[in-house]
T-cell receptor, first 116, second 114 residues
């Protein structure tokens, strides 16, 4: 069974540009989560999508946005990039929003975003 | 809201020695508890999980964790550490509320020396 995949592996952007990160969940999983892992800050919850809807959002500005497609894959967009957006962005998926399985998140390898 | 504390930022152990990584949580009811491991530059891998029942949980790679409600803890243990266990370890807590995402601790970095 294929795991969570993310693309690209690395992304280098200039301050002020926009970045688009992509995630494909495990087959059968409907929930997708996005996390930011900046140096020394641990995992910060960004966004959670399920069945195409945004279910919850972390404490991040509106220039962080995303969407989930009908095939459950997801996109994270970061507009007006700032230097402090440089981080590893992790995507995770889980089987759904009900029951214990909701909490079993399986992570992708991440996208390393560097803003110069 | 729930919270997680991992008191140790960095731990160094000798190969073959035993390991215990600490995790304390704050939540009013019975939480769902997880341990993840992250190798350098990689995503997180689920080591083990606790939902209910037996408080001693076995995971992959020879790890186990024990849920102690009285101490609000979920410490991770391994009897004999291998050099390949060097990584970052994250404890996470979830609730039975359908709209609340997992909350992760800040992680403990494990170094293994010969």
């Amino acid at each position: 069974e294929a795991g969570v995949t993310q693309s690209p592996t690395h992304l280098i952007k200039t301050r002020g540009q926009q970045a688009t990160l992509r995630c494909s969940p495990i087959s059968g999983h409907t929930s997708v989560y996005w996390y930011q892992q900046a140096l020394g800050l641990g995992l910060q919850f960004l966004l959670w999508y399920d069945e195409g809807e945004e279910r919850n959002r972390g404490n991040f500005p509106p220039r962080f946005s995303g969407r989930q497609f009908p095939n459950y894959s997801s996109e994270l967009n970061v507009n007006a990039l700032e230097l402090e957006d440089s981080a590893l962005y992790l995507c995770a998926s889980s089987p759904g929003i009900s029951g214990r399985e909701f909490h079993e998140q399986y992570f992708g390898p991440g996208t390393r975003l560097t803003v110069t | 809201a729930q919270s997680v504390t991992q008191p140790d930022i960095h731990i160094t152990v000798s190969e073959g020695a035993s390991l215990e990584l600490r995790c304390n949580y704050s939540y009013g009811a019975t939480p769902y508890l997880f341990w993840y491991v992250q190798s350098p530059g990689q995503g997180l891998q689920l080591l083990l999980k606790y939902f209910s029942g037996d408080t001693l949980v076995q995971g992959i790679k020879g790890f186990e964790a024990e849920f102690k409600r009285s101490q609000s803890s979920f410490n991770l243990r391994k009897p004999s550490v291998h050099w390949s266990d060097a990584a970052e370890y994250f404890c996470a807590v979830g609730t039975n509320s359908g709209n609340t995402p997992l909350v992760f601790g800040k992680g403990t970095r494990l170094s293994v020396i010969a």
